[in-house]
C-alpha cells in the first residue's frame, strides 16, 4: 500500500449512539481509523457547537477534495492531516508514541516545524509519525518540554502587553 504524502480523507461515517460523538475516517491509502471527539470537544471552545448531536451529524467532504471534514453551517472544519494526526494518537501503540502525536496534532505542527522545535530531521519525524521507529521516551520528554516551554512564553507576552497597556 503506498503511502500517503499528505493526509487525504476518501469517505467519512459519523458514529452515533456512542456516549461521545466520533467520526470512521477512511484516507485514501486505505488506511480507516475511529476518532472519537469528545477530548476535542472538551478542549476547543471553537468546537461548541459540535456538542450537540444533531449539529455533528451533519459533518460532511466536500466533494472530489478530501482534505477537511466540514460543518458548512457551523463555519466548522478540521483538516485531514489534523483528523489523521488525531486518529494516530488515539490508536498509538504506546504511551510514548500518543504524546509524538498528540503534540503535533494540538500545535498543529508540519513536518519541518516539528522537526526544527526537536533538532531532528524531518525524516526521523516522519519515521516517528508513521510508526516505522518507536518514539523513545526521551523524544516524548522533549515534546512535554517544548509544549511548557511555549505555554511560559505565551504567558510571559501577555504579561508584557497588560503591564504596557497600564
Same mark, same amino acid.
Given at each position: ?11 467519512? =461515517? ?5 456516549? +461521545?460523538?466520533?467520526?470512521?475516517? @477512511? %484516507?485514501? &491509502?486505505?488506511?480507516?481509523?475511529? #476518532?472519537? %471527539? ?6 476547543? =471552545?471553537? !468546537?461548541?457547537?459540535? =456538542?450537540?448531536?444533531?449539529? %455533528? ?10 482534505? $477537511?471534514? #466540514?460543518?458548512?453551517?457551523? &463555519?466548522?472544519?478540521?483538516?485531514? &492531516? ?5 486518529? *494516530?494518537? *488515539?490508536?498509538?501503540? &504506546?504511551?510514548?508514541?500518543?504524546? %509524538?502525536? @498528540? ?5 498543529? !505542527? ?19 509519525? +508513521? ?15 517544548? +509544549? ?7 504567558? +510571559? ?7 504596557? $497597556?497600564?
Amino acid at each position: 500500500m503506498a503511502q500517503m504524502k499528505r493526509p487525504r480523507l476518501q469517505t467519512i =461515517k459519523v458514529i452515533k449512539g456512542k456516549a +461521545s460523538p466520533g467520526l470512521r475516517l @477512511q %484516507f485514501v &491509502d486505505g488506511s480507516t481509523y475511529t #476518532v472519537d %471527539f469528545a477530548p476535542l470537544l472538551a478542549e476547543s =471552545k471553537g !468546537l461548541k457547537p459540535l =456538542k450537540d448531536p444533531a449539529v %455533528f451529524a451533519q459533518a460532511t467532504l466536500i466533494d472530489g477534495e478530501g482534505w $477537511a471534514v #466540514v460543518w458548512p453551517e457551523q &463555519d466548522i472544519q478540521i483538516g485531514a &492531516d489534523t483528523l489523521w494526526l488525531d486518529a *494516530q494518537a *488515539q490508536n498509538a501503540p &504506546d504511551e510514548n508514541t500518543r504524546i %509524538f502525536a @498528540q503534540w503535533r496534532a494540538r500545535n498543529g !505542527l508540519s513536518l519541518t516545524h516539528a522537526a526544527e522545535a526537536l533538532g531532528m530531521s524531518t525524516r526521523t519525524i516522519s519515521a516517528y509519525g +508513521s510508526g516505522k521507529r518507536a518514539v523513545p521516551l526521551y523524544m516524548a520528554l522533549a515534546c512535554k518540554g517544548w +509544549s511548557a516551554e511555549q505555554a511560559q512564553s505565551r504567558k +510571559s507576552a501577555y504579561a508584557g502587553v497588560k503591564a504596557a $497597556a497600564r
